[in-house]
């Protein structure tokens, strides 16, 4: 399993880092409420998969994130946000305190990606295969309402 996580946590890494890749990710969730670490996790598990994943299984994944989600990461968020535009009027140990919530946000949303493998059964690991990647990400995507689903 330990080498699962840290296959997930790679792929989620160098997948944010290519370009365009953060900025549709950060659209998809300002703009329709996607949740980034489910996008990218449903992208890893489909490309471990010969099928697209089915609604019930990005449901099943999305109530293992949630709790987590709602308690740890969108209040981390929340906080990094609110800090930045008011950095300016503050002491500058408050930067350094906006630091240190940007790198516990990473954190959790690490922790969201181990979720997210544990709520992936095991037995869905199968060789790679990236055509069930689009189908899963429009089938995810259909529910948001957003512009990428044409």
Known sequence: MTQLRSDVWSFALALYDRPGVS???LT???EHA???VLLIGICWLSLRRPEALQASDIARLEAALAPWREAAVVPLRTIRRSLKPRLAALPA????LREQIKAAELQAER???EILENAASA???RPACAAPVQA???LY???LGNPYNA
């Open 34 to 36: 996607a949740d980034v």
């Open 123 to 125: 037995a869905d690991a």
């Open 111 to 113: 922790v969201a990606f």
């Open 93 to 96: 140990a408050a930067a350094d």
């Open 28 to 30: 998809l969730q300002d």
């Open 141 to 143: 995507l259909s529910g």
């Open 23 to 25: 900025e549709a990710c």
């Open 136 to 138: 899963t990400l429009m």
